[in-house]
């Protein structure tokens, strides 16, 4: 995953945050969010100088099968790259089309999407629970989510991973990077090698 992550992210890409989503036969939509447009900051997405760049990035693990029509996942390909913004009658789901897919995956497997992709959730279908992880990535210089602290200590809704929570030698040199703070001024490659 990591080079994909620094492809899209660049070498100092960081963890900012994730969840589990599950979801029981019936359970109801999310209407479509993300888009080219408006532009909001944090959701960014471009192309500049022979280089993709995203800002706030999805990795979606599903741990069960996802077939098309099951519900779950659905995106408005291309939508990244979008001038227009997505009508309110179409980004509420009332209106499905084939404008609209539904995102099959086996499980085990990983979906990359930028979160300036118009996308959302459908209501499931399926006979099994959908289970799935959220890994929530931004660019070394920014945080999406605001918990951080002037002094240092978490913030009630939860907060990031301390390294005073493990012990030393716990985690990797790579996984104490992926888990800074975001800042700039001389911050280090999180895998230097990739
Ligand atoms: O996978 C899904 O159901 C959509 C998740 C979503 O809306 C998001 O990641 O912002």
Redesign the pocket.
Known sequence: MAPYLTDLLGKQFRFDHGHA?LMKKGLEA?AL?GGGVPKEPGIRYEVADGQIRSELL?V?YALCDVAEGDG??CVVPGSHKSNFACPSSLASLEQPGAWLRNVPQKAGSAVIFT?ALT???LPWTADHERR?L?YRYTPGYMAFVGRYREDGLEASDGGYPQPSHCDEGDWSPEERRILKAPYVWKRDDTFPES
Do not use: I, K, R, S
């Open positions: 989503m999310l969010h999805v979606e779950g996942l979160e996308h959302g959730t799935a959220f």
